[in-house]
């Protein structure tokens, strides 16, 4: 069952294990337990138009910080089906809503309401946490520019950016409101597959070769980019850790998977087009 939005305190999404996070100052709805801020970074330089922060509205109205995304067409929003899905059950449209284009979660850029979510289908927790990916159609076209899809996967030893806002340490209270970048590598698939609930499926990226760097609590669906001919392209969206269900470990320790954007990109492009 989705957990939407409630009281202030304490809230939690089943993400293939269930994780409670405090709240502070009402700051969050939902603290996804799948990816685990940056950590090892730093903040973000540079202008990121297509940077997404999606919120969902509490039981006061408020908005309040859920995940990352990525604007990939001036409708459309990119960002990973836990943030929005639990189990078979999707959140509706009308509690969620998306700041487009600002490095302050807070503050500026465009914002807009979410008119429809498409789950991937091939998304089935518990038992699996593959194609974790959904595309958020927006109420209304947001002035600023879509960033390009990847065509071709990144394959290991390529170098790859992870943006997002999730918490810069396990013991924080809430993430930064000032968006945070990790460079970090792409690792062959057997680091990533461990025997565990979260481990890698088709199509799911290994990344970061070092333990000290990685995504936390609140990166969820945020973009991973790869530099290709000069562009600045999307080739993944940040989804999970390898972290053992139920351990309480820091964020960073573990290695990171993440949904390759090319390998889903018929699916991508269907529900485009069919919008």
Do not use: K
């Not at 989705?2 to 293939?16: D, E, F, S, V, Y």
């Not at 995304?69 to 189990?87: F, Y």
């Not at 958020?136 to 520019?145: G, M, S, T």
Request: glycine letters at 12%; charged letters at 20%.
């Amino acid at each position: 069952m989705t957990h939407p939005p409630g009281t202030a305190g304490r809230r939690r999404i089943r993400a293939g294990r269930a994780v409670a996070v405090a709240v502070a100052a009402g700051v969050l709805a939902v603290l996804p337990a799948a990816a685990r801020a940056i950590v090892g970074g730093e903040r973000a330089t540079g202008e990121h138009p297509f940077v997404t922060a999606v919120a969902a509205l509490r039981d006061n109205g408020e908005p309040a910080f859920r995940c990352g995304g990525s604007l990939i067409h001036e409708q459309w929003v990119l960002t990973a089906a836990h943030c929005v899905a639990d189990g078979g059950t999707t959140l509706d449209p009308a509690l969620l809503s998306v700041r487009v284009g600002s490095r302050d979660r807070t503050a500026g850029g465009a914002v807009a309401g979410v008119s429809e979510v498409h789950v991937h289908p091939g998304h089935a927790p518990p038992e699996s946490r593959h194609a974790d990916l959904a595309l958020l159609r927006l109420d209304r076209a947001v002035d600023r520019e879509p960033v390009e899809l990847a065509d071709t996967p990144a394959r290991p030893g390529d170098r790859v950016r992870a943006l997002g806002w999730g918490l810069l340490s396990r013991s924080d209270p809430a993430p930064p409101a000032a968006l945070h970048q990790l460079d970090t590598e792409v690792i062959p698939d057997a680091a990533c597959r461990t025997g565990g609930p979260h481990d890698l499926t088709e199509g799911d990226l290994c990344v970061s070769p070092d333990p000290a760097d990685g995504t936390c609590y609140g990166d969820s669906g945020a973009p991973v980019l790869r530099h290709a001919d000069g562009r600045r392209q999307l080739t993944a969206v940040v989804s999970r850790d390898l972290a053992p269900r139920g351990t309480s470990e820091e964020c960073g320790v573990h290695h990171g998977v993440h949904v390759s954007v090319p390998h889903h990109a018929r699916w991508i492009a269907g529900v485009l087009h069919a919008g």
